[in-house]
């Protein structure tokens, strides 16, 4: 790609961007090579504005959040990742027991929002290291709740750069699945319906489930959560841990001693030693178990 080209059309238009900037310190991972654009744009108009640069100029174009379902490739991404992070993360009331939040806005402080407003019906989310626009995308969910029980709709640009939005039945979501998992949208924001709530009370359920996540799952260890997707009649960590590969290690990636359905970097893991280690499970839990584990981490480059 001509850097050139994009400097001089990002000048122009206010855009903030780094060139071949690391990846690995944008995931949660803290794997992954380097970005030939690391575009940060502030506004929808900016998206809608890079989405036809990159059109036009036939550049391929990524979206990234806070990084915390991905494994990108150790050799990087070509062309322009249009990063959405604290300057698209702005939040506001659109009544009493709705919230509006741009993309790049973290779940936690979406769900800290939702406390301060003594809104109940998002506590789920709280400790989800992710942020909107990828809670959208993946219909994120845990303890039982999931996005698509509270989220009302949807802002989005399309590949033309375009502005639109998904409501109601439009969102398709599903299990870990949105009408955006197709990536053919740009996630801009969502309006999440809440209901009012005591806050003490609130508070203390967003308490409990994070000490839950603290307890159970390997929070001091870089990882992109949940490794593999729910199986039909199965729990992926139960079949892992069945089959004895708890601290399966390929490199610095192991299949984590505490929970069996996360992989974590222990040091120093790359892309290639996570891909292999993913392998190996999935063949082991086939042959012992009949049951083919589908990754839930999105894989980049």
């Given at each position: 790609?001509?850097?050139?080209?994009?400097?001089?059309?990002?000048?122009?238009h206010g855009i903030k961007f780094l060139e071949?900037?690391?990846?690995?310190?944008?995931?949660?991972?803290?794997?992954?090579?380097?970005?030939?654009?690391?575009?940060?744009?502030?506004?929808?108009?900016?998206?809608?504005?890079?989405?036809?640069?990159?059109?036009?100029?036939?550049?391929?174009?990524?979206?990234?959040?806070?990084?915390?379902?991905?494994?990108?490739?150790?050799?990087?991404?070509?062309?322009?990742?249009?990063?959405?992070?604290?300057?698209?993360?702005?939040?506001?009331?659109?009544?009493?027991?709705?919230?509006?939040?741009?993309?790049?806005?973290?779940?936690?402080?979406?769900?800290?929002?939702?406390?301060?407003?003594?809104?109940?019906?998002?506590?789920?989310?709280?400790?989800?290291?992710?942020?909107?626009?990828?809670?959208?995308?993946?219909?994120?969910?845990?303890?039982?709740?999931?996005?698509?029980?509270?989220?009302?709709?949807?802002?989005?640009?399309?590949?033309?750069?375009?502005?639109?939005?998904?409501?109601?039945?439009?969102?398709?979501?599903?299990?870990?699945?949105?009408?955006?998992?197709?990536?053919?949208?740009?996630?801009?924001?969502?309006?999440?319906?809440?209901?009012?709530?005591?806050?003490?009370?609130?508070?203390?359920?967003?308490?409990?489930?994070?000490?839950?996540?603290?307890?159970?799952?390997?929070?001091?260890?870089?990882?992109?959560?949940?490794?593999?997707?729910?199986?039909?009649?199965?729990?992926?960590?139960?079949?892992?841990?069945?089959?004895?590969?708890?601290g399966y290690r390929v490199g610095?990636?192991?299949?984590?001693?505490?929970?069996?359905?996360?992989?974590?970097?222990?040091?120093?893991?790359?892309?290639?030693?996570?891909?292999?280690?993913?392998?190996?499970?999935?063949?082991?839990?086939?042959?012992?178990?009949?049951?083919?584990?589908?990754?839930?981490?999105?894989?980049?480059?």
């Amino acid at each position: 790609m001509e850097n050139k080209a994009f400097k001089d059309f990002a000048l122009e238009h206010g855009i903030k961007f780094l060139e071949h900037e690391e990846l690995s310190k944008h995931t949660s991972f803290k794997i992954g090579g380097p970005a030939e654009i690391f575009a940060k744009p502030s506004s929808e108009e900016q998206v809608c504005e890079i989405v036809k640069f990159c059109k036009e100029n036939e550049i391929p174009l990524l979206p990234l959040g806070k990084g915390s379902n991905v494994l990108v490739s150790d050799n990087g991404i070509a062309g322009v990742v249009m990063y959405f992070g604290s300057d698209f993360g702005k939040i506001k009331l659109l009544d009493e027991e709705t919230i509006y939040c741009e993309a790049g806005t973290s779940l936690g402080a979406l769900c800290n929002f939702a406390l301060e407003n003594g809104l109940t019906g998002l506590e789920f989310a709280y400790g989800i290291p992710g942020s909107v626009g990828g809670a959208v995308f993946m219909n994120a969910g845990a303890y039982g709740g999931e996005i698509k029980d509270v989220i009302v709709y949807a802002d989005h640009v399309d590949k033309n750069g375009e502005t639109g939005r998904f409501a109601g039945e439009e969102l398709q979501m599903s299990y870990r699945h949105s009408a955006y998992s197709a990536k053919e949208y740009f996630i801009t924001g969502a309006a999440f319906k809440l209901q009012k709530g005591d806050k003490a009370e609130i508070k203390a359920k967003m308490d409990d489930l994070l000490g839950r996540r603290f307890d159970k799952q390997p929070m001091d260890k870089p990882s992109a959560g949940s490794t593999f997707k729910r199986p039909e009649g199965a729990f992926a960590s139960a079949l892992i841990d069945q089959c004895g590969l708890k601290g399966y290690r390929v490199g610095g990636a192991e299949v984590s001693t505490k929970h069996a359905g996360f992989v974590v970097n222990i040091g120093g893991a790359t892309c290639a030693d996570v891909l292999e280690l993913i392998k190996g499970v999935q063949e082991k839990v086939k042959a012992d178990t009949g049951f083919f584990l589908e990754p839930e981490v999105e894989i980049l480059g």
